[in-house]
Structure formats: C-alpha cells, structure tokens
T-cell receptor, first 112, second 115 residues
Framework: EAGVAQSPRYKIIEKRQSVAFWCNPISGHATLYWYQQILGQGPKLLIQ????????DSQLPKDRFSAERLKGVDSTLKIQPAKLEDSAVYLC??????????FGPGTRLTVL | AQSVTQPDIHITVSEGASLELRCNYS??????LFWYVQSPGQGLQLLLKYFSGDTLVQGIKGFEAEFKRSQSSFNLRKPSVHWSDAAEYFCAVSLKGGSQGNLIFGKGTKLSVKP
C-alpha cells in the first residue's frame, strides 16, 4: 500500500514570497490533516478535512495560510506571504476514520 | 490548559540497554494517549496508543507503555535498545474522542544509541 505522498520535500523562499505544498493521501482515506512542526517542537494541527469539507481550522493563521481539498482526495496548503517564523516542516497525514493516521515525510520550508 | 511534557530533551543509551522515555500530561479527564517515532527525514510513525482497558500497552518494534493515572504519566519502555531505534520520540494526547486531529504533542525526546 502506498503511503502519504508530499511534494516538494524541501523549499527555500524569501520572506513575503508565496509557497504551496501538495499532499496525496492514502487511497480511500477520507480524513486529511496538515500539521506544522517547528524545530524543537512537536507537530501542531493546522487544518483537518473530512472528504472535501473542513472539520477544524481553528489553528490555521487564515490571514496568510489557506488550504483546499477540492475533490476530497489530494490537498494543497498555501502560504502567502511567508514570514520568517513560518520556517518549519509541514506534515500531511491521512486516516480512514478519525482515529490513527498515517503521516507523510513532510516538506521542510526555510524562509530567508 | 492541556499540555504534554517530555522532561528529557535528549537521552543516550548503549545498544542492548533498557530504555524508558518519560511523558506526563495535564488534562482534566482520562485522555487518549499515543507515542510516535520520527526518524530523520521521515514522517511520524505510530508506536502504540492507549484508549482504555489494560494500562500496559504493547506496540510495534518491541515497545510498550504503561498508563498511570495517579501520576498522569504514560512512559515508553523497551527492554533492549537496537541501534535502529535512534530517532525522536513524541508523546501525544488526544482531547476529543481519540481523534487524531485533536492531538497535542510533547516537544519530543531525541534518542541516541551508543554501539
């Protein structure tokens, strides 16, 4: 079974630029999550989708972050404009139910 | 506020030695508890979870964890560490119904293994 795919794996941008990350969940998984993991900390949930609907985006900085999952399958997370403090690893995870999920390898973002 | 504390930032053990990683949580009710492992450049992998029942939980890769309500702890153990266990370990608490989306993670413990 293929795992959760994410691209790109690494991205370096300058502050105020825009960036987008892509996630393809495990086939058939209805629930998809985006987490932000800042160096030295545990992951923090940004947004949770159930199919193509948002379940929880309470910790998403909506002034600069956006996410979509148009057809209930893959998803994109966008940051516009990026700030220095957005440097982090962005993890995507998916699950068949709302329980145990499977994580992708992450995208490491560096904002200069 | 709910929180998860992993008191040890970095632990080094010799290969073959036993391991215990500490985790304490602050939460009003009995939470759902998880341990994840993250190898360099990899995503998080679930080692084990506790929802209810037997307080000693067996996981993958020979790991186990024990839930102690009186101490608000969920420590991870392994009787004999292998070099491949070197990684970062995260304890997590779920706030609602076991949903992974509501996980609160600790800051992690980095494990190094000496040959």
């Amino acid at each position: 079974e293929a795992g959760v795919a994410q691209s790109p794996r690494y991205k370096i941008i300058e502050k105020r630029q825009s960036v987008a990350f892509w996630c393809n969940p495990i086939s058939g998984h209805a629930t998809l999550y985006w987490y932000q993991q800042i160096l030295g900390q545990g992951p923090k949930l940004l947004i949770q989708f159930q199919n193509n609907g948002v379940v929880d985006d309470s910790q998403l900085p909506k002034d600069r972050f956006s996410a979509e999952r148009l057809k209930g399958v893959d998803s994109t997370l966008k940051i516009q404009p990026a700030k220095l403090e957005d440097s982090a690893v962005y993890l995507c995870a998916s699950s068949e139910t709302s329980l145990t999920g499977y994580f992708g390898p992450g995208t490491r973002l560096t904002v200069l | 506020a709910q929180s998860v504390t992993q008191p040890d930032i970095h632990i080094t053990v010799s290969e073959g030695a036993s391991l215990e990683l500490r985790c304490n949580y602050s939460y009003g009710a009995t939470p759902y508890l998880f341990w994840y492992v993250q190898s360099p450049g990899q995503g998080l992998q679930l080692l084990l979870k506790y929802f209810s029942g037997d307080t000693l939980v067996q996981g993958i890769k020979g790991f186990e964890a024990e839930f102690k309500r009186s101490q608000s702890s969920f420590n991870l153990r392994k009787p004999s560490v292998h070099w491949s266990d070197a990684a970062e370990y995260f304890c997590a608490v779920s706030l609602k119904g076991g949903s992974q989306g509501n996980l609160i993670f600790g800051k992690g413990t980095k494990l190094s293994v000496k040959p």
